[in-house]
């Protein structure tokens, strides 16, 4: 159970962690605080769930045992820069800022105890999966909260270098935009053979939705699936033929290795 949490930045994230924390109990609304600029915003986070609001970031800072920013990247410089000096020190920072590294956020802050996490959207609906560290000095109990607070939007894997949360940047937090990409092409070529779009769509979904559970459940290697469906001169050995010849896992490779490359980069100038 959380005493109080406080958002900073009430957009999408925001209210996704919001409804999930409060769908599993962890707080009440009452001790929950959200600001944001819009006063219309402050009304919809209030009619939807119970919540306080403000458009003071300072005051939302002030009033909770751990403060979330939510905002964007390009909005974060200014944030910090507000709170600089502001907090107490047993206050948990949860930054989900994609890029924002814990040491810029630390010298903005002045403030040492800071947990940075890599979110991905399919958060929003409380299946995504977040890559989270945090500096040391946190005791179990302020770790199991963090954790707590992160399985409201999903699966969350700890990691104990920050490292890793560039590298996860590059798979699970880019990781959707390459699945709805391989999901549209799949869509594209069976509307090409003659399916209407509308069942080309469910064709795909369907399918992709089912291997993965398939996949998952069965605790195979994807190759050993993928073997057990390729007859020798059939249509998927045919197919595979063409996805190599065309350079697939490759492209995948390098894709995900330039994602990395642009995410060390662009770490570098978040909250700056
Ligand atoms: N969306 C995702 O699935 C996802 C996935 C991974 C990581 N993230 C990270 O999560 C963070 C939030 O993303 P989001 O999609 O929730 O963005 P969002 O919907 O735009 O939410 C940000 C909110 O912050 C408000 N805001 C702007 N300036 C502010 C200020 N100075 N002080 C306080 N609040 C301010 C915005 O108001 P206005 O709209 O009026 O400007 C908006 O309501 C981002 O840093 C992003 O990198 C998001």
Redesign the pocket.
Known sequence: MLNTISF???????EAMIQGILAKRLVLPEHVTA????QK?HQELQDLCGIRCTAD?RAAARASEIVVF????Q?LG??LEELRGQLRPEQMVMS???GARIATMREALQHDAIVRVM???P??IGEGISVWTATQGFSEEKLGQARDILQALGKEIYMEDEKFLDMATAVS?TGPTYVFLVMEALIDAAVHLGFPRHIAYELVTETMRGSIIYAMRSGKHPAELRNLVTSPGGTSAEALYQLEKGGLRTVLSKAVWAAYERSKFLGGSVGR
Do not use: F, H, L
């Open positions: 900073i930045g009430g957009g999408v994230m925001a600001s944001d600029p819009r915003r970031n939510s905002v964007k990247p909005v200014t944030v989900i800022v994609a979110p991905n959207t958060a929003q937090g």
